[in-house]
């Protein structure tokens, strides 16, 4: 098993220009993650999907949107990409949301110049 | 908002020092995890204490879940270079982690 694939692992990006950040689990988890995390600052939620076809907002939405394309796949989108931007991005899932152990992925390393 | 507050943010010790780190809240959580996350790879689960008083043993680690539930301890005995890593609380409900700890233990 994989568990919870991110790609890609590193991106560098310049001020104004869009990506989106992939993630995929096998472990037909049904909620899955995006946190950020920064030096000193912990992980931060972006974004969640409680289960597939819904998503929420979580600590630090702003500058992001996201797709639960389907069970499996959690999309991380920045449209307009800001040197605020610039962190590590972790993808997890768990079975559900309330006492569930996460299953984190490698992380994306996002620079954003 | 639960925010979580660990401390100490540093922790740098010789192999086979005891340590305790904390996780601290002016919240109520209904239940606590504890994550270590090693550098370049995602956290992975250590426990998850669910009932206030709690205590759970993990080979050298202890972890106590406070009688309030509003904070919560974790203890390694006899430390080793292999426990290195930032460990991390997370409250159940809004997914909030705390800043973290990071351990260093010097063989």
């Known amino acids: 098993n994989a568990g919870v694939t991110q790609t890609p692992k590193f991106q560098v990006l310049k001020t104004g220009q869009s990506m989106t950040l992939q993630c995929a689990q096998d472990?037909?988890?049904?909620?899955m993650y995006w946190y950020r995390q920064d030096p000193g600052m912990g992980l931060r939620l972006i974004y969640y999907s409680a289960s597939e076809g819904t998503t929420d907002k979580g600590e630090v939405p702003n500058g992001y949107n996201v797709s639960r394309l389907n069970k499996r796949e959690f999309s991380l989108r920045l449209e307009s990409a800001a040197p605020s931007q610039t962190s590590v991005y972790f993808c997890?899932?768990?079975?559900?949301?309330?006492?569930?152990?996460?299953?984190f992925g490698p992380g994306t390393r996002l620079t954003v110049t | 908002t639960q925010l979580l507050e660990q401390s100490p943010q540093f922790l740098s010790i010789q192999e086979g020092e005891n340590l305790t780190v904390y996780c601290n809240s002016s919240?109520?959580?209904?239940?606590l995890q504890w994550y270590r996350q090693e550098p370049g790879e995602g956290p992975v689960l250590l426990v998850t204490v669910v009932t206030g008083g709690e205590v759970k043993k993990l080979k050298r680690l202890t972890f106590q879940f406070g009688d309030a539930r509003k904070d919560s301890s974790l203890h390694i005995t006899a430390a080793q270079p292999g426990d290195t890593g930032l460990y991390l609380c997370a409250g159940e409900g809004d997914m909030r982690f705390g800043a973290g700890t990071r351990l260093t233990v010097k063989p």
């Open positions: 997890a899932s768990s079975v559900g949301t309330v006492l569930y152990e996460q299953y």
């Open positions: 472990m037909n988890h049904n909620s």
């Open positions: 919240s109520v959580f209904s239940s």
